[in-house]
Each structure stands twice: as structure tokens, then as C-alpha cells.
């Protein structure tokens, strides 16, 4: 009786955490110093993208980066503790910048830029947050079409 409700509760533990791994992404695939294939096969946005890039409450890059002029003209505070990515997409291939988005710290692991799309290994995250990455698949993609126009 014991053994088998232990049995069925265990059958519930294994099915809740079966359906977890089915809707969770598939880590995508480095080649080289890029991500060549776009994050669940979307296509990115460059209008939106360029709108998460100059927003301050979704990808705060102004923290860091200065960005062209014309992005965010309203981004008066700049950061200036990283390159700025005027001219990114003259540098970085598709693949190179969506590496870069979503888990800077594979090219150097001292990076201060926020892994955006990674969710494992995150230490000092609200435990609510763990399982979200701060930037979609599809708002990273978004990201990677605005940054390749930046030429
Ligand atoms: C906390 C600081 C920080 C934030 C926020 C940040 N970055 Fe970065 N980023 C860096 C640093 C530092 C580098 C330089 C390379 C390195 O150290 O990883 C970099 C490198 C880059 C590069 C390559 C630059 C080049 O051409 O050499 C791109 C592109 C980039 N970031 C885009 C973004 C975008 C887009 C966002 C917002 C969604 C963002 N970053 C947010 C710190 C940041």
C-alpha cells in the first residue's frame, strides 16, 4: 500500500519534470566563437530589437555600451565600460553577435556583459528568476537583426 502510493508519487515527480524537459530550449550549438543557427528557428526583428537595445528596463545596454546616436537619442547617460557597438555588424558575423548575447562569458569568462540567454549556473538570481532568461529566444534574435544593420 506504502510502496505503492511511494510509487505513484514518484510516477507524478517523474511526469511534472518530464513535461519541464519537454518545453524546456535545447542549448544551442557553438560553432567556432558563434551561434550560427537563430535561436527555435525565429527570425529576428531589427525594429524591435532596436527598441530592447535602447530601452533601460529590457536590455539596459546603455549601462555599459555607448550606441549610435540615432538609437537613442533619449540615452543621455551612456556607460562607457564597453566598446561602444557602433559598427558591431562591420565586425561580427550573425552567428558571433547571438554568441555574444546570450552567454558572453563562453568567450571570456570574466565578462561583466549579462549572459541574456542563459539560465544555467546563475548564482546571486531570486529564485523565481532561475529559470528565465533575461532576453527570450525571440527578443535575442530581435537583438542580433538590429546589431547586424550596424554597419
Ligand atoms: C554590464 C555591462 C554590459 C551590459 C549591460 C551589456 N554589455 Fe555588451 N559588452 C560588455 C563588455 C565589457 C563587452 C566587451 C567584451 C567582453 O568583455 O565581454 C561587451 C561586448 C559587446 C559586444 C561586442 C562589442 C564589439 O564590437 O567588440 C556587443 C555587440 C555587445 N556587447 C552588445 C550588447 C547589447 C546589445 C547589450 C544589451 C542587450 C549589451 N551588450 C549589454 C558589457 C556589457
Redo the contacts with the bound molecule.
Sequence with gaps: MVAAKRRSVIAAICAVFGSLAAVAETMPVVVDDGIPAPLSALVGDAARGKA??ASRQ????T???QIPNDVAASAVFQ?N?????A??GS??SAAQ?RL??VD??R??P?????A?HRTEGLTRVGIAWRTKPI?DAQQIED?VAF?VTLK
Excluded: E, T
Design positions: 530592447i537595445v529590457q536590455g539596459f545596454c549601462l555599459c555600451h556607460g565600460l564597453a566598446p561602444s557597438i559598427g558591431a565586425r561580427w553577435l555574444r548575447m558572453s562569458r568567450l571570456n570574466n565578462s561583466i556583459m549579462p541574456y532576453l537583438v546589431l
